[in-house]
């Protein structure tokens, strides 16, 4: 692969573009559905660890290094990350593609 040149300032604003959304989307885990769920908590967690090492590799630790420190550094309730955890478990049996 060539190297490539990349504008750090504008890789952080898409990370924080990006990391908004992910609040976005556990927000919508959390009052999803547990019969019939239309949100990946699978999926939440993937970018969780794709952010992070992301920001890592350029530098710029994100002050969390799993996904429950993501919950905490977002000021989420223990109990959110207990309810995404346990969303998260049951739809992992059945999920298809890499899981963190």
């Given at each position: 692969m060539e190297n490539l040149s990349i504008n750090k300032d504008?890789?952080?604003?898409?990370?924080?573009?990006?990391?908004?959304?992910?609040?976005?989307?556990?927000c919508n885990i959390l009052n999803d559905s547990e019969t019939d769920p239309h949100y990946?908590?699978?999926?939440?967690?993937?970018?969780?660890?794709?952010?992070?090492?992301?920001?890592?590799?350029?530098?710029?630790?994100?002050?969390?290094s799993d996904c429950r420190g993501y919950f905490e550094k977002?000021?989420?309730?223990?109990?959110?990350?207990?309810?995404?955890e346990k969303k998260r478990i049951k739809e992992s049996k059945y999920y298809i593609g890499e899981q963190y």
């Open positions: 504008i890789l952080i604003k898409i990370l924080r573009a990006f990391d908004f959304e992910i609040d976005v989307l556990i990946s908590a699978v999926t939440a967690k993937n970018y969780i660890m794709w952010y992070i090492e992301i920001m890592n590799n350029i530098n710029e630790p994100p002050g969390f977002h000021c989420l309730p223990d109990e959110d990350y207990k309810v995404f």
